[in-house]
């Protein structure tokens, strides 16, 4: 599966930014969908998860309840709304696809997307 992501920018804390995450190639409506972020200096991380079906999403404590996750599968989407950014928001933000269960770990998922960057101003 092929992943492109757009959608990141910069904003003030307290924004919005909507990522998008295009998948091309066989199955992507039968895979697992996570977005995970990288901030300078620091290791990759979780930041939500989508169940093949769109009935089950996942996410970090850090962004929960400002952060949604959902799918088009008919689209072969995959979204992250972010509301009310913060600085620490700051980092490149990844899709990546993986098959089976849902995961949290980087090393579960199979393909990634190239990033796209998202900054939070204070």
């Known amino acids: 599966v092929q992943l492109v992501e757009s959608g990141g920018g910069l904003v003030q804390a307290g924004g919005s930014l909507r990522l998008s995450c295009a998948g091309s190639g066989e199955n992507f409506s039968i895979r697992n969908m996570g977005w995970f972020r990288q901030a300078p200096g620091k290791e990759r991380e979780f930041v939500a998860a989508v169940t093949w079906s769109g009935r089950n999403t996942y996410y970090a404590d850090s962004v929960k309840g400002r952060f949604t996750i959902s799918r088009d599968n008919a689209k072969n989407m995959v979204y992250l709304q972010m509301n009310n950014l913060e600085p620490a928001d700051t980092a490149v933000y990844y899709c990546?696809?993986?098959?089976?269960?849902?995961?949290?770990?980087?090393?579960?998922?199979?393909?990634w997307g190239q990033g796209t960057q998202v900054t939070v101003s204070s």
């Open positions: 990546a696809s993986k098959r089976d269960y849902y995961s949290d770990y980087t090393t579960d998922y199979d393909d």
